[in-house]
Nanobody, 129 residues
């Protein structure tokens, strides 16, 4: 069984930075892309960004562009989500997810949660004013 384990969440103040990590474990699998999603209380899960294991250019949702960087350390088999200039509206549970195929639309990355095959348990990020 594939497991994705996130870490790095916490309580920070507006303007601070956080780096979230995601490390796959368990059964070996070949992922096409790794995505980050977030879900705020009472809201639907939304796409944050994604990157391929080959390290191609990441793709981000508009509201985090310029504040967010996704990277992969292949030696550590770990994916990172660097969040800068955090805002209270960034408060959410952050999930990493793995997709074993391209988007059904043919795009390199999918922004739809249902197109991801494996999910982590989530890590809470809380941004105070």
């Amino acid at each position: 069984q594939v497991q994705l384990v996130e870490s790095g969440g916490g309580l920070v103040q507006a303007g601070d930075s956080l780096r979230l990590s995601c490390a796959p474990s368990g059964r070996t699998f070949s992922a096409h892309a790794m995505g980050w999603f977030r879900q705020a209380a009472g809201k639907e899960r939304e796409f944050v960004g994604a990157i391929t294991w080959s390290g191609g250019d990441p793709y981000y949702r508009d509201s985090v562009k310029g504040r967010c960087t996704i990277s992969i350390d292949n030696d550590k088999n770990t994916i990172y989500l660097q969040l800068n200039s955090l805002k209270p509206e960034d408060t959410a549970v952050y999930y990493c997810a793995a997709s074993i195929r391209r988007s059904s639309s043919g795009a390199l990355y999918s922004t739809q949660a249902y197109e991801y095959d494996y999910w982590g348990q989530g890590t809470q990020v809380t941004v105070s004013t």
